[in-house]
């Protein structure tokens, strides 16, 4: 991961850690609103899928019922408040490659990642 030094604090009204944004993450999420023609909230969440069973998804929605909005000046996700102690925390950077760019997202409570590095299982956690 690039320019950790340079990551952008999302912060949140509740008494959470935050979101952390590189500065390439940042940069794409300000165009992904800059093309949201439809005025929908970006939306990062977490389903079952892959082969280890979890998998992150950045997506935008209209209206997002029970979530949690982490902000800045510029930018704000929203999550699902069942999904907090999995996301909270977390590093999210944008990775330009050749033939694929996408998001990459570094959690201190993934235990292990597949080969592709697209799915994984996350440690035993107790909530806060």
């Keep these: ?28 999420l300000l165009k992904i609103n800059e093309n949201n023609i439809d005025k929908k909230f970006i939306y990062l969440s977490l389903k079952k ?36 102690f999995l996301i909270d925390g977390i590093i999210i950077d944008y990775e330009v490659q050749p033939f694929h760019n996408k998001f990459k997202y570094y959690n201190k409570n993934i235990q292990h990642v597949c080969g592709c590095g697209e799915s994984f299982n996350i440690k035993n956690i107790q909530e806060k």
């Design 49 to 84: 899928s892959g082969c280890l069973g979890h998998k992150y998804y950045i997506t935008l929605f209209k209206k997002i019922n029970n979530s949690i909005l982490f902000f800045n000046k510029q930018i704000d996700i929203y999550i699902e408040q069942k999904n907090i």
């Design 1 to 28: 991961m690039k320019n950790t030094a340079k990551l952008l604090h999302l912060k949140c009204h509740q008494n959470y850690i935050g979101i952390f944004l590189t500065s390439t993450a940042y940069t794409r």
